[in-house]
């Protein structure tokens, strides 16, 4: 097959490459794709036309081999060293060259079962990921693109970029998109899918949905038109010409150009076309419509995490929004103070999630930057800074520095130390407050205090709190040294004082503040582990579902003192042999919840506490080594979470345990 399609191709190369603009640099890629998922042979030529002195490399990965290459004209060149191809056009001139590769790829599942491992091609579906090395990397040079797509006829593809041609013929489907606009990367996603398509305005809406979940085309069309509006009026127009949900047999959560391509076995869960969608549809402005300057910072997750999951917990919530979208900023701040200090960084410094640590920095950290930083410049001046930034840079390549003077020149102030206390400081502003006194006045009441911050200063805007007979007074006070102290005049008389209630300020919680998660252990350098059981499957269970839950060394004893020990544990197991482990560590036996719902029945329990020492625990109480397998790829995913039942599989029940008492709150006399 790739001999066949390789030659036919070649044989035509001239005639395909088209004349490039005179004078001006500029990068075409013309691609063919052709797939056999039964087999999982996978060929593609690739026909690039650069116009200038342009540089590319890529790393093929080890499913695929040069088949051959054909360079048309001086200028272009080929190399390869340490496993690494370098192409090279040199010279103010029109370059072409002909790659053609090929190569068998694993199925979905069979090498590590995530989209990161590689390219992948099956009958339940096909996938080259944009990061996978089967096209040039042209580095920070953007580029067009032409890409055709040949599959079985029971199969269907799809890639980003506009819709050019589609026929079903001679028992193949062949699909072509292009994009005339600047891109800095490709992918394409096949599989047996049902297509159903919809106009929205100019927007041309389509699902590529596999069989058994075909019915949920209709809903996330819908939905998906929701938040295409919401963010063209809040950013300005949608980017591209049409917008596609494709379903993946990978456990994925992507957002392409264009596209959200998003694991099957999710797609019926409520919060993945509530929230998870919407995150994937942002990302058409933040991320695919104005690139990232890595080199400055990846600010576009946190501010996609704002504009979306947490903008949707404003919509959602009790009070306007207040009950969860205080819960999850409280979230953001109890995972940061469960952050390792040597896993720490600055915001600036975050490229991408690799695990925990960097979404606590990249995700969390950054999006409360923003939720402080319209508190500051108000709603309608940011919202201001966001069409502007969007205006002056779509399509290009954008940093922090470029966010920050989109939202000086809508603010006509200046925000550089805003910006550079918590872009580009670890750690996080720890306050105290004291002396707290009232007293009445001839016009009412004055209530005087102190807060004092730890060394170096930030400049901070703090809300406090004053709760009076008559209701409930906010206030904001500014806190740019160490230590300032402050007096307030009330008409009614105080009764408690309290400073930032609701955590709109990115600060480190008082031990007190943190109620106690398993990401507590998930995130620490080194854990100890140990299990309560005498069964091999069960301690096999266990090893695997603790590698794959925490993020440090884990250290796997048989025994061990409470005297000794000294650093985050984690113990699993069940009946006597548990309770026995559970005393020797003087850790208490099973607690109840608020609720009393972890009572009930079920085949494994997880939950949080503390040793005597002060040092985290996660207790896994499984009746055996199956309800850990159930469980291993799950758990991680809920790291903000205190105490989990799960009964065949599923989650029961779940909570977080209540925090101790607030230092930052003061009952007045």
């Known amino acids: 097959m790739i001999g066949r399609l390789a030659a036919a191709l070649l044989a035509s190369l001239l005639a395909l490459f088209l004349p490039g603009p005179a004078g001006a640099q500029s990068i075409h890629m013309d691609i063919e794709v052709r797939f056999d998922p039964q087999s999982g042979e ?6 690039l036309q650069v116009s200038g002195e342009a540089v590319a490399t890529f790393r093929l990965p080890p499913e695929l081999s040069l088949k051959s290459m054909k360079i048309d004209g001086p200028g272009s060149r080929l190399s390869r060293e340490d496993g690494v191809w370098t192409l090279r056009f040199e010279g103010a001139i029109d370059h072409r060259m002909a790659l053609v590769f090929g190569g068998v790829l694993a199925a979905p599942g069979e090498s590590g079962g995530g989209a990161v491992s590689g390219p992948v091609s099956g009958p339940e579906g096909s996938y080259l990921p944009s990061f996978g090395g ?29 819709l050019v041609g589609e026929t079903a013929e001679e028992g193949r489907y062949r699909v072509r998109f292009e994009a005339d606009w600047p891109a800095e990367d490709m992918t394409v996603m096949a599989g047996p899918y049902m297509i159903d398509e919809k106009p929205h305005g100019d927007i041309i809406l389509r699902s590529y949905f596999h069989p058994e979940i075909a019915d949920l085309s209709a809903p996330y069309l819908d939905a998906s038109a929701g938040y295409l509006d919401r963010y063209e009026a809040l950013i300005g127009d949608y980017p591209y010409p049409a917008f596609s949900v494709v379903s993946s047999p990978l456990p994925v959560g992507l957002g392409f150009a264009g596209i959200a391509y998003m694991g099957k076995r999710v797609l019926r869960l409520p919060f993945i076309r509530g929230r998870s969608l919407g995150h994937e549809v942002l990302h058409n402005w933040w991320g695919n419509g104005v690139f990232v300057d890595y080199e400055g910072g990846n600010w576009a997750e946190g501010l996609t995490t704002f504009m979306a999951d947490y903008a949707y917990a404003e919509d959602a919530g009790d009070n306007g929004g207040d009950d969860l979208s205080r819960a999850m900023r409280l979230r953001w701040l109890t995972d940061f103070a469960a952050l390792p200090a040597q896993s720490d960084a600055p915001v600036r410094a975050f490229a991408g999630r690799v695990r925990g ?53 809508a603010s006509g102030r200046g925000l550089k130390p805003f910006f550079s206390q918590w872009l580009d400081r670890t ?68 009764t408690a004082l309290e400073i930032d209630p609701d955590a709109r300020l990115f600060r480190r919680l008082d031990p007190g503040e943190v109620p106690l998660v398993l990401r507590h252990v998930m995130l620490a350098p080194k854990i100890t582990l140990t299990v309560a059981s005498d069964d091999p499957a069960m301690t096999a269970a266990a090893e695997t579902l603790v590698d794959r839950l925490v993020e440090g060394e884990v250290e796997k004893v048989a025994r061990f003192s409470a005297l000794l020990f000294d650093r985050p544990l984690v113990i699993v197991g069940s009946g006597l042999k548990l309770g026995r482990a559970l005393a020797a560590a003087e850790l208490p036996a099973r607690p109840e919840s608020p609720d009393g719902k972890f009572a009930g029945r079920g085949e494994l329990r997880v939950w949080t506490t503390r040793s005597p020492r002060g040092f985290p625990v996660i207790v896994i109480e499984a009746e055996s080594p199956e309800a850990l397998e159930a469980v291993t790829r799950r758990l991680p995913h809920y790291g903000a979470k205190s105490y989990l039942l799960f009964d065949a599989g599923e989650l029961v029940t779940s909570g977080i345990w209540p925090p101790g008492a607030n230092p930052l709150r003061v009952e007045l006399p």
């Open 134 to 162: 089967w096209y040039p990397d042209f580095g920070d040079d953007p580029f067009t693109y032409t890409l055709a797509i040949d599959v079985p006829e029971g199969q269907r593809a799809v890639a980003p970029g506009r």
């Open 42 to 47: 996978v060929a593609l030529v690739e026909l």
């Open 357 to 409: 640590a960097s979404q606590v920095t990249g995700y969390d950290k950054a999006a409360m930057l923003f939720v402080m930083l319209r508190d500051e410049i108000g709603a309608g001046v940011f919202n201001d800074g966001i069409r502007r930034f969007w205006r002056d840079n779509r399509f290009k390549r954008a940093d922090w520095g470029d966010l920050r003077e989109a939202f000086e020149a």
């Open 427 to 494: 750690g996080a502003p720890k306050l105290r407050i004291k002396s707290v006194k009232a007293a009445s006045t001839d016009t009412g009441y004055r209530v005087g205090f102190t807060l004092i911050q730890e060394a170096p200063a930030y400049s901070l805007s703090v809300p406090v709190v004053v709760e009076t007979e008559a209701g409930p007074r906010e206030f904001r006070v500014p806190l740019d040294d160490r230590i300032e102290r402050y007096s307030l005049d009330l008409e009614a008389r105080p």
